[in-house]
Structures are given as structure tokens and as C-alpha cells.
């Protein structure tokens, strides 16, 4: 029951009425037994900074932050993580006895969603499709993982080019360069991991895909898309119709948002098999509602 003494926590973005993380938190909370409460706050851009402040003035414990605000709202806070410093974004604020504290918790939710599967990529080869602000927080957890050269194909093969370079100086990425379109499925051949990073597939548009139906996967192909809206993308039905082993995007948004959850509550929080499932069909029912 929500009571004076419950804690309030909240999302901030623009436009945020189909975010999924307060039906995520408020089930997490609930798992926790934590005296809390989540909501979604549309916050113009012109009023990040008051929003930012607000965390004080109304004894917010904590806000996860979303587009477009990721970058903007860094500026504003107190302290950063070392995450944050290398990727220039913060998802998760927390309001501590120093002020408010950024982190990103991107890299470690997709890191988590692995699983036990995490080791398997250790100098295994890796193909990133996209270069915008979810590749580069794919990059830095590849870095993390220490898998083999990446491989990064994105229609604008100069921000690709772009993300590359920063990646190498701001985390040490190391063996990774661009593709060419006619070179993807080459590439595709010769990784254990394809990664999709870019909103190609997203609903509405359900039938378009980042590769072509000629896409050369196979059972020893593991093909993770970030997207979780639809739960199966043309790119995942490509990949399962070849034998490859797929994944969407729900699992890392739920492991990023536990990761906010255990920054915010300094408890290390572990959710069971069966607590994950449930929480994947709250999500796709959210989704579809
Ligand atoms: P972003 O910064 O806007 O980047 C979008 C990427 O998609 C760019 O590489 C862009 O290529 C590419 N793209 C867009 N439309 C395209 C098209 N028609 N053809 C080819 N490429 C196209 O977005 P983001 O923040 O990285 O997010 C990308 C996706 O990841 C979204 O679907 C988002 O929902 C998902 N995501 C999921 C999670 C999760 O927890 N599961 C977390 C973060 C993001 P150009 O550079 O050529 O424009």
C-alpha cells in the first residue's frame, strides 16, 4: 500500500506515456518487498535541469532517464560513473547525501541478458548492425566481454566510422572496423554474434529487417535484436528459419532496469528463473495492451 513514507521513484522522457519501465519497476518492487512506488514523468527538454533539481526538492530516490534526454541530462548531475564518462549518457539517477549520481546501465542489462552464455563470446567474432546510442553501449559491453574483432555495419558508414573511433579512445575497443553492405554477409558468415542495435523491424514497421533474406546464418549463429516490440522481429524469424539461436530486446531491458534497481537500493538483487519469465509476460502484455 502506498503510504507518506513510500519512496518515489520515476522515468523521465519525451514522449513517455509507452514506457514500459513503471509496469517493470512496480513488479520489481514487489518482488523486492520494497516500500516504493514508480512513475513516468514527460519532461520537456527546456525543463530537464528543474526536473533534475526536483529529485531534491521532493525527496525523489531515484529517476531512469530516456530519450531524448540521455546525454543532456549528464551536465546536471553531481557525480558520474565511469560507465557514464566513457559513453557520455546516464540512464539512472540517484539522489545521495553528495548530490545526484549518474549511471548507465545499458551495458551491463545486455551483459546480463546473456546469462551463462556470456563466456562463449570471448574472442568470438561480432557483428553490431547500427552505429547510434545503442551500439555504442553494445560496443562498450563487447569491450567488457572481450570478444574477438566487431564488425560494424550501419547505413551511414561514417557515423559508424565515427562510433568506432570514440569507442577505441574512450573504452580501449580494440580490432573493430566498418562494413560496406556488399561485404555484410561475409562478415554475418564468419560471426558467432549478430547484434541488432538499429530500429529497423521496430513496430509499425514489422517487415522490414537490417539484413536481407539471404542472410547467410546457421545453427552456430546467435542473433540478439534490442528490439522487444514486436517480441519476434522479421530479423529474428530470418535467423530461427536458418536454425540460429535468437534473443530480443526484453531481457536487457529488464537486467538495465534491475541494474537501476541495485544501484538505487546498494542490494544485490537477483531475480530466479521463474521471476524472470513472469516478468517477460507482464512486459509482452503491456506491450500488446
Ligand atoms: P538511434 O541512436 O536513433 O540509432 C538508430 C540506428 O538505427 C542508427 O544506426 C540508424 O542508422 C539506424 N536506422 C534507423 N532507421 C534506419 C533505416 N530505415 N535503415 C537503416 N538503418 C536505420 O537509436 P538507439 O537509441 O540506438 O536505439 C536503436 C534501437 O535499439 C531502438 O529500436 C531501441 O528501442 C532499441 N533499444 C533497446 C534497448 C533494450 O533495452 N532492449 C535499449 C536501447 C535501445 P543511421 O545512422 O544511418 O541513421
New binding site residues.
Given amino acids: 500500500m502506498i503510504k507518506a513514507n513510500t519512496h518515489v521513484y520515476g522515468v523521465i522522457g519525451d514522449p513517455i506515456e509507452h514506457s514500459l519501465s513503471p509496469a517493470l519497476q512496480n513488479w520489481l518492487f514487489k518482488q523486492f518487498d520494497l516500500n516504493a512506488v514508480y512513475t513516468a514523468f514527460q519532461v520537456h527538454p527546456q525543463n530537464l535541469k528543474e526536473a533534475v533539481q526536483a529529485m531534491s526538492a521532493l525527496n525523489l530516490k531515484g529517476l531512469n532517464v530516456t ?1 531524448p534526454h ?1 546525454a543532456a541530462v549528464v551536465e546536471y548531475c553531481d557525480k558520474r560513473s565511469g560507465d557514464v564518462d566513457c559513453l557520455g549518457v546516464a540512464n539512472t539517477l540517484s539522489r545521495e547525501s553528495s548530490g545526484v549520481s549518474a549511471s548507465v546501465t ?1 551495458p551491463q ?2 551483459i546480463e541478458s546473456l546469462g551463462q552464455m556470456r563466456t562463449q563470446f570471448k574472442d568470438a567474432e561480432v557483428c553490431v ?9 553494445i560496443l562498450f559491453a563487447l569491450a567488457t566481454l572481450e570478444t574477438g574483432p566487431v564488425w560494424v555495419y ?3 558508414r561514417e ?2 566510422e565515427h562510433l568506432i573511433r570514440e569507442s577505441k579512445q574512450a573504452f580501449g575497443l580494440s580490432r573493430a572496423r566498418t562494413l560496406s553492405e556488399s561485404e555484410l554477409n561475409a562478415a554475418i558468415e564468419s560471426c558467432r554474434m549478430v547484434i ?7 513496430y509499425p ?1 514489422t517487415d ?1 529487417s ?1 539484413v536481407r533474406d539471404d542472410a547467410p546464418f546457421s545453427d552456430q549463429h546467435f542473433v540478439y535484436d ?4 514486436p517480441v519476434t522481429t522479421r530479423l529474428l524469424q530470418i535467423a530461427e528459419q536458418k536454425g540460429a539461436h535468437t534473443r ?6 529488464i537486467f ?1 532496469g534491475l541494474e537501476s534497481l541495485r544501484i538505487w537500493t546498494h542490494a544485490d538483487l537477483r531475480l530466479s528463473i521463474s521471476q524472470l519469465n513472469e516478468c517477460r509476460t507482464l512486459l509482452k502484455e503491456q506491450l500488446y495492451e
Fill in positions: 530519450l540521455k545499458d542489462g545486455f548492425l547500427g552505429a547510434g546510442g545503442a551500439a555504442r553501449s550501419n547505413r551511414t557515423k559508424a541488432n542495435t538499429t530500429s529497423v523491424g521496430m514497421q522490414a537490417p534490442l528490439i522487444y516490440n530480443n530486446g526484453l531481457d536487457m531491458l538495465q
